[in-house]
């Protein structure tokens, strides 16, 4: 009886560290697509946008004597 | 009767007071020391160690022995010969830094290690934009309010393509981050992929998933969380 117990508890405790280990691997996944966020065509009218800014003379190409 | 300048008057006068203009109150022995500034530039230009005995008092010779009157020097002249920037010849990435400076934490981060943007700027376009104009872009574009300093790179080879339609850049959301060291890390990530490029496309058909800076980058260095 205590054996089979044992059994189960050790089966539960085994799924949730797992459970916790595929969780962290996918929080960490999607951390990391959210600060690294890669382009495609969902972005772009962001992109078109900042595109259009740079072909308008809006934005000029950062340089020391501008900044200064 | 003019006095002359070597008269009964002391050797030395008092300096002369701040903002009274010098010009007016030089006496005639002293005529060849203020000059005006074009020469002085010239002067300081031409013998910068004997400039600097300018402003001393002159050593008593003669009539100029009372001419221990302080001369104002311009301010030193900034060195022509700075080098015009020239936009790079083929630039791989377009960099735009969108910062509206809610964060505070990651501002400052970026602020204090700009030289890691900076040192790309040889190769790559970096443009800035103002926070007023960051702010009008982010509320233009929704999704990416709350995460900025946003650093948006637009790979060119990849636009020169398909232009925006498919994959061509990255967004790096430093706004996401909450502590300097992780905003720092990000940010030494960002510089060392952007300045030893891999091939993109190489490496995006290797991962199907979107891209995390491992598998996009192929950097070997775990990010930030």
Redo the contacts between chains.
């Keep these: 009886m205590l054996d089979r117990f044992g059994e189960a508890i050790s089966v539960v405790l085994g799924a949730l560290a797992l459970a916790y280990l595929v969780y962290e691997i996918d929080r960490?996944?999607r951390?990391?697509?959210?600060?690294?966020?890669?382009?495609?065509?969902e972005?772009?009218?962001?992109?078109?946008?900042?595109?259009s800014?740079?072909e308008s003379g809006e934005?000029?190409?950062?340089?020391?004597?501008?900044r200064a | 009767m003019p006095k002359s300048p070597s008269g009964t008057r002391p050797s030395r006068r008092p300096r002369a007071r701040a903002g009274v203009p010098s010009n007016g109150a030089v006496s005639p022995a002293t005529e060849n020391l203020v000059r005006s500034p074009d020469a002085q530039d010239e002067r300081v230009a031409a013998e910068p160690v004997a400039s600097s005995r300018l402003s001393e008092p002159e050593p008593a010779s003669g009539d100029s022995a009372g001419a221990g009157m302080v001369i104002e020097l311009p301010a030193r002249p900034r060195k022509a010969a700075r080098r015009k920037y020239k936009p790079p010849a083929d630039p791989r990435f377009r960099i735009f830094i969108i910062d509206s400076g809610w964060n505070a934490v990651a501002r400052r981060v970026l602020r204090h290690n700009f030289a890691l943007i900076r040192r790309l700027h040889k190769e790559e376009l970096i443009y800035l934009l103002s926070r007023k104009k960051s702010v009008e872009f982010i509320g233009r574009h929704r999704s990416l309010i709350g995460r900025d300093p946003i650093i948006a790179v637009h790979d060119l080879k990849a636009m020169g393509g398909r232009g925006t339609a498919a994959f061509h850049g990255f967004h790096l959301h430093l706004g996401i981050l909450r502590t300097p060291r992780q905003a720092l890390v990000a940010l030494q990530t960002f510089a060392h992929f952007v300045g030893h490029p891999p091939s993109l496309e190489k490496s995006r058909s290797r991962h199907t998933h979107r891209a995390s800076p491992r598998g996009y980058a192929g950097l070997g260095r775990d990010p930030p969380t």
């Design positions: 960490r996944k951390r990391l697509r959210d600060l690294f966020h890669v382009l495609g065509s972005e772009a009218d962001i992109s078109g946008e900042l595109l800014m740079v934005l000029q190409p950062y340089s020391r004597e501008a």
